[in-house]
């Protein structure tokens, strides 16, 4: 394959992070891509944790192949690591194998490397640059950036709805307010995340799964549900085939026994107010690597998370329908002024199916 230029190069790096996606979790998805004389001689991406990093894997790649990688030019999608974690320095690797240059679309920002990769690569006398489509690598793992630097995951809300907001009938029904492919397109967006993250109410009223389905992917995210009570039935639906966390405020003994006899986790971060303390929570998914967090709760736990400043993103399918009374998408309490309204940024908006897909961002990560 032809390279004309740093930005296809690095085009062609991020495709290989994306093929990453569902595997390397809790680190991040890293694409590299090693060009010589405009052809890439060695590509790869990270491998799930524990594994080779993207680096690793596209010098195996070049030397499989035959090629010589002296003074080529490596393409990486994140700054080389530099420090021995699972597994030895990508920069030392690098270096050994006598690249020439390396470009990286963005620094690290885990502070055990934090721009030491970048350091040890021109201290052994390789040209570098960062910064090249820095945008794209940075929304492939804004999850991981997310707990790196504020030590809790991103959040990512997902409503399904009518046009005039409804995400159900008066009786509950909601089974298809959205089509086939939106629903698909939410599994994709499920399969990315670490965990997802639903409420009681949600458990009681509909007694989904939460796992993906139709994507390929090795990995289910862990489930976890906000259930200050510890009310979950042990027949649930959501609690069969892996272990789950069920996050509670109020202790009870025999009910955490019970959850824990059946192999599921139960965690207690307890309010003022006797509920589950949201942002407690979203600090202790971060001290457990968890990345990216998938909402999929009802109008309840959807305002809640939202006014405790716990959501960073909403993903909101909309249907081509008008339902008039239904639920809503957040039972939050009327405002008195709008000024007091919770302010969001549309990020993108796309069509899926005969729906349309928009996500609305609450914060930068
Ligand atoms: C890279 N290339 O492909 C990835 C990197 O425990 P380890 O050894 O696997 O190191 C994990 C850290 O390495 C992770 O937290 C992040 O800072 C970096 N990820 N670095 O050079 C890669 N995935
Ligand atoms: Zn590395």
Redesign the pocket.
Known sequence: MQINNDTEAMALALEWAAKGMYI?AP??R?GCVIVRDDEVIGAGH?QP??QA???IQALRDAAARGNDVRGATAYVT?E??SHY???PP?SKALVEAGLGRVVAAMG?P?P??AGR?MAQLEAAGIATASGLLANEAHELNIGFFSRMRRGRPWVRLKIAASLDGMTALENGESQWITGPEARQDGHAWRARACVILTGIGTVKADDPQLTVRGIDTPRQPRRVIVDSRLEIALDAKILQGAPCWIVGAVPDADKEARLRAAGHEVILLANNAGKVDLPALMLELGRREINEVHVEAGSKLNASLVREGCVDELLVYLAPSLIGSGQGMFALPPLTRLADKIALRFHDVAMVGADLRIVARLHNE
Request: aromatic share 0%; charged share 15%.
């Open positions: 390397t680190n991040p890293v990270t944790a524990g990093h993207a680096e994140l080389p690591c974690g699972r597994t990508c690290d885990n055990l490397v990769g």
